[in-house]
């Protein structure tokens, strides 16, 4: 097809300029953000920009909803760069037929490696140790200068043991010898824990026991405040607490007095609560390693994500098969 009678493809993120190009070779692409200018959507403008899309190249944040779904009546396809999708009406978009896809497996080790090292900064009080040293306050040795607690043979909890979870684990179990201890909707089979020695507890066991507590489950209804207070005052007042989950995940608020009155060790977070703004009792603790959501940013792997969306993308509007669909019952349907 050429001009105007090929589909329209809105992409709502900053994008690779080979993407786009490849993109731009079989549709109509409107790129408001280029390859660098982000751009805050609000409903309204999304809802005008998307108005004759046939697809969206959504990541993380717009929401993606029944009034959006009204408002562009010709969306065929929803494909977002991430693994999450929370911000996407699935029930929505399946009742209009929209196909939905996301990026999940080429950013699990990225992740995984990115978990395990905020989880060690945490831990060992890497980055509390380098704003001291950068302040110029480091006058002496001190035998307990920043002393933190050892990751080698702790226990590792894992709240949420999907395929990030399963990387995290075999990180701790085969590289540091811990003992793994999870919580899961359902449990592995036998032959996956056996490698990594894991062992399926209930969620309060997880809290008790765990050295280490690192979170990767999806964000829904069910797991807001996951981690609120009444969860973090079941930890040992030793335990350090990961999220590279979704912010909702935990409860923001009872997290930072948890901190600041030392009711847990330290934590590290790549992930808040109304991101990309934070709640201001995270940024007063030093107790607490802060990241603005880069779990998967590496650059071969963010480049991975943006190519799977737009494999989604392109197969979802010129009738082939997108590899990743979270949705795929749209596809049979549109098929029969
Ligand atoms: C994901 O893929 O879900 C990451 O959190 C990036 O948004």
Known sequence: MTGSNRPRGLVTIPMFAEVLDALAERFEIDAPCGTATHIDWTADTLAARAQGAAGLLVAGSPRIDAALLAAAPSLRAVCSMAVGYNNIDLPACTAAGVLVSNAPDVLTETTADFGFALMMATARRIAESEHFLRAGRWTHWAYAMFAGADVHGAMLGVLGMGRIGQAIARRGALGFGMPVIYHNRSRLPQAQEAPLGARWVDKATLLREADH??????????????????????????????????????????????????????????????????????????????????ASASERTRRAMADLAAHNLIAALTGGTPPTPVNPSVLTLRQS
Request: avoid cysteine; proline fraction near 7%.
């Open 213 to 294: 507590l690192v979170l990767v489950l999806p964000y829904s209804k069910e797991s807001h405040h996951a981690i609120g207070a009444a969860e973090l005052a079941l930890m040992k007042p030793t335990a350090t607490l990961t999220n590279i989950a979704r912010g909702g995940i935990v409860d923001d608020v009872a997290l930072a007095q948890a901190l600041r009155e030392r009711r847990i060790a330290a934590a590290g977070l790549d992930v808040f609560e109304g991101e990309p703004a934070l709640h201001p009792g995270l940024l007063e603790v030093p107790n607490v390693v802060l990241t603005p959501h880069i």
